[in-house]
């Protein structure tokens, strides 16, 4: 599997041994950066790693930033994408299992890096569930058509 990261200054910390431990699991990783932990802003590294997996250029996508809330809101914007914060392992399986998640965003200041890690191992994991869930990732995905006019 092909996995994009990135980060912000706030979960450059964490960064390195995600993706060191993504690589582990036998995963290629594609490093959109930051280089360093200077000030940089999110939505910068959220958008290139929900671009490159929208395109396909990567099954999935791990953002880290200090909550990663902003970071997961801004690539959610992104047409294809299916983001969401994750504080649990138990919350990647199901957005994994129920949401079919394609980019998830870490918490770099409030999640220990060893239970981002475990984070990360299931959302690369656990599949879709499909069923009864399928057509609401359906339903998800119709707000990313301008044309879709609401219910």
Do not use: W
Request: glycine share 12%; charged share 25%.
């Amino acid at each position: 599997m092909r996995v994009a990261i990135a980060s912000d200054h706030a979960g450059f910390i964490q960064k390195a041994p995600i993706a060191e431990y993504i690589e582990s699991l036998g995963h290629e990783v594609i490093d959109f950066g930051p280089e360093n932990d200077d000030r940089v802003d999110y939505p910068d590294y959220a958008d290139k790693v929900a671009r490159y997996v929208a395109a396909g250029g990567a099954d999935r996508g791990v953002l880290i930033c200090g909550t990663g809330l902003g970071i997961a809101m801004t690539a959610d914007k992104v047409a294809g994408i299916r983001a969401t914060p994750v504080q649990t392992p138990q919350f990647a399986q199901l957005a994994r299992e129920h949401n079919n998640a394609n980019v998830i965003g870490l918490s770099g200041r409030f999640v220990d890096v060893e239970v981002n890690k475990e984070i990360v191992k299931v959302f690369l994991t656990q599949e879709f569930g499909g069923g009864r869930h399928a057509g609401r990732v359906v339903k998800i995905m119709r707000e990313d058509n301008p044309a879709f006019e609401g219910v």
